[in-house]
């Protein structure tokens, strides 16, 4: 009973069954034309072998409204190869294709039995080849809707064997039961291909699954679960070429989280994994239209933004207020800060690359001037990355060793105001753009890669250099995050410090604690090998970037700089207890302090007041050129009218510090 109810449920199309009936359908509209054009053709041929002997009305008066009727069934079948049925119309039309061929069937079955009466046996024979071989080819062309077949063959087999029984003719019974065994057989092999068709279908629709599947896995960041990087291009490409020329803005922004990495080094990685996870969420749970927001890696996130330009930018500073909020994972509650830069098609670019540069150029705009702001990618900024351009390429050809020298900065020791070491910072007059300062040129060093050439040069020459003055004096050298995470830069400094017999104990190399952060176990090695090699080690601008005594403490640090702008606002209360405090966390860490930036006598004053025993700065003396420096040394013995000290040792700087 059971079975005989999945046939019923099979015969009149299963409704859960959506997938088959869509691939029957593409089938089948390209079979029933056929189907109907044979049936046309075979009944006209009948007919017209019938014309002289039946009656008007059988061959001509039914045959003409049949015609009709299967003509507007093939003109719609034909019409439907452009359609592309939803799964509901595609069970719907399956449905109506069974039953509305079951009926065509009978007409016809009804129509050839009825000329059977009329004519010689040539006719009838006609009659009886009809029906076989039109029912054979209707099958053959229902093959992809076996229903169909089953009811055409069971409507036309059946009373065609029952009608030449009936009349007792023995050789249209033998033609009507060979018909039916034919028709039995091509009806089993018919099943047997159906069911490879349906397992094709289902193999195919398996297949489409997993690919989209895949798709998405290839889309996706795993951490996140935010559209990946990949994602994030292929999309931007995409929309880039959808509004081409039709003059549509649209926004690209990249936004960097601030802190996140004393965060991980703090935490460990886990800690940093479960902060970029609630990130992802932050941002998935951002109730914005038209914006489209990705991981692109690390803690680097990219949006676009198709809604109105003006919005872009709040939309951006939107984005940090969420990601400023504190995140309370297990005990621990941190809060990051985010960065965010933004640049809009097509006036900053219109290659998906292009935005992102100039996304990204803001985007480091923001973090060097104002961290946790939004940055728009001006004109302003693209003056400055052509004259990057020129700056680099001059560089690329410049002679490292003639067009750039070491000018030296006092740092003296209170409260007698000697000089104890210099700071050697570098200056460029290059050929073709003149007089460039240090804090342009040294980060386009570091980026076209000749920072680590470039700093062997300044150093060996600044070696030289004060090895020529009287007395023992520190050279305080500044080092670059590049210097620092490269082992053979390392070792090419240890040895001219080697080969030129200068004291380590009297050379200094200036780190700032956003270098050390970029890489900080490489960086934290290679310090550890110049520590090694019996240099000293200081934190340079200290105050500007994260001031985290974890750096201070794992790091073989002897001395801190205290960063400029702090003694330049030295009239606030706030710069005021930065200072003091910084002051005496080195006084209770025994490490060396230098405060950078000294203008006057007020801020000397000051500094006196707190016994700061290193400063530099302006108030003492500029940097100056080797050559004036050592004139003034050997003629007066001071240096910018500043008794120069005659035995600097670590012992006596630590003097000089106050220990
Ligand atoms: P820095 O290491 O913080 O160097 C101190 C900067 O402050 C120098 O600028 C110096 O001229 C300036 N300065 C000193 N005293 C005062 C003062 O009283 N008031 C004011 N307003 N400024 C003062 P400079 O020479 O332009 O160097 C800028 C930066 O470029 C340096 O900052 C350092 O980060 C980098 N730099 C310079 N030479 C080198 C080098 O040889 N290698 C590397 N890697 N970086 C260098
Ligand atoms: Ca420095
Ligand atoms: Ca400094």
Redesign the pocket.
Same mark, same amino acid.
């Given at each position: 009973m059971g079975k005989f109810r999945d046939f019923c449920r099979w015969m009149m199309i299963d409704p859960s069954r959506t997938d088959i009936a869509q691939a029957q359908y593409n089938e089948l509209k390209f079979q029933i034309p056929a189907l109907y054009a044979l049936l046309m053709v075979n009944a006209a041929a009948v007919s017209y072998t019938h014309y002289e002997v039946a009656p008007f009305y059988l061959t001509v008066g039914i045959l003409v409204p049949m015609l009709f009727i299967t003509s507007v069934r093939m003109v719609s079948w034909l019409r439907a190869s452009e359609v592309v049925l939803s799964p509901e119309d595609a069970i719907k039309k399956m449905r109506q294709t069974v039953i509305l061929g079951s009926l065509i069937a009978a007409i016809y079955i009804w129509w050839s039995l009825s000329l059977d009466g009329y004519g010689g046996p040539s006719e009838r024979g006609h009659v009886a080849l009809f029906i076989a071989i039109t029912v054979i080819g209707c099958i053959f062309c229902l093959m992809h809707l076996p229903q169909a077949a089953i009811m055409v063959m069971a409507i036309v087999t059946i009373p065609y064997l029952a009608y030449y029984l009936s009349r007792g003719e023995d050789v249209y019974v033998a033609i009507a039961m060979n018909i039916f065994l034919v028709c039995v057989v091509i009806l089993q092999v018919l099943m047997n291909g159906y069911r490879g068709f349906c397992k094709l279908v289902e193999t195919q629709k398996e297949t489409e699954r997993l690919n989209a599947e895949n798709e998405r896995l290839a889309h996706t960041d795993a951490l996140t679960q935010l559209p990946n990087r990949r994602f994030f291009f292929m999309g931007l490409r995409e929309h880039i070429h959808s509004v081409k020329a039709d003059g549509t803005v649209f926004a690209v922004g990249l936004i960097d989280l601030d802190r996140f990495k004393p965060v991980n080094d703090t935490y460990g990685h886990k800690f940093g994994d479960h902060l970029l996870t609630t990130v992802g969420e932050r941002l998935q749970m951002l109730d914005v239209d038209e914006l489209n927001v990705c991981r692109l890696g690390g803690d680097e996130f990219g949006f676009v933004y198709y809604g109105a330009p003006d919005k872009a930018e709040l939309i951006g500073k939107k984005i940090c207020d969420v990601l400023r909020e504190p995140y309370d994972i297990g005990e621990i509650s941190v809060t990051v800060g985010a960065s965010c830069g933004i640049a809009f098609y097509p006036e900053a670019g219109n290659t998906a690359h292009e935005l992102f540069d100039r996304a990204d150029y803001a985007l480091y705009t923001s973090k060097t001037n104002s961290p946790g702001t939004v940055t728009v990618y001006s004109a302003d900024h693209e003056a400055r990355i052509r004259s990057e351009r020129a700056i680099e390429s001059a560089l690329q050809i410049a002679d490292l060793t003639t067009e750039f020298e070491?000018?030296f900065?006092p740092i003296v020791a209170l409260p007698k105001k000697v000089v104890v070491g210099f @700071?050697?910072?570098?200056?460029w007059t290059s050929p073709a753009l003149g007089e460039i300062?240090?804090?342009e040129f040294?980060s386009i060093a570091e980026r076209s890669g000749l920072?680590q050439k470039?700093?062997l040069v300044?150093f060996q020459k600044a070696v030289t250099q004060i090895q020529t003055l009287p007395g023992q004096l520190c050279l305080s050298?500044?080092?670059?995050a590049h210097?620092i995470t490269c082992p053979g830069t390392v070792e090419a400094l240890v040895g001219i410090i080697q080969k030129t017999g200068i004291s380590p104990k009297h050379v200094t190399f @200036?780190v700032?604690e956003t270098s050390v952060i970029s890489s900080y176990e490489s960086a934290a090695r290679c310090l550890q090998t110049l520590r090694d090699a019996g240099v000293r080690l200081s934190l340079?601008?200290f105050g500007t970037g994260y001031s985290s005594l974890g750096y201070l403490h794992n790091l073989p640090i002897d001395c801190v700089?205290i960063?400029?702008s702090f003694?330049?606002g030295i009239n606030e209360p706030v710069a005021r207890s930065v200072v003091t405090s910084i002051v005496n966390l080195c006084r209770s860490m025994e490490m060396l302090c230098v405060v950078?930036?000294?203008?006057d006598s007020d801020q000397l004053s000051f500094l006196e007041g707190l016994d700061c025993r290193l400063v530099?700065?302006?108030?003492f003396g500029?940097?100056l050129p080797f050559e004036s420096i050592l004139e003034s040394a050997l003629s007066s013995g001071t240096v910018a009218g500043l008794q120069l000290s005659e035995t600097v040792n670590a012992d006596s700087l630590k003097i000089a510090s106050g220990e």
């Open positions: 070491v000018h900065q @700071e050697a910072l570098a200056r300062p240090p804090c040294i920072i470039l700093t300044l050298f500044n080092l670059s210097d @200036e700032t340079d601008d700089k960063d400029r003694v330049a950078e930036g000294v203008e530099q700065g302006f108030f500029p940097a």
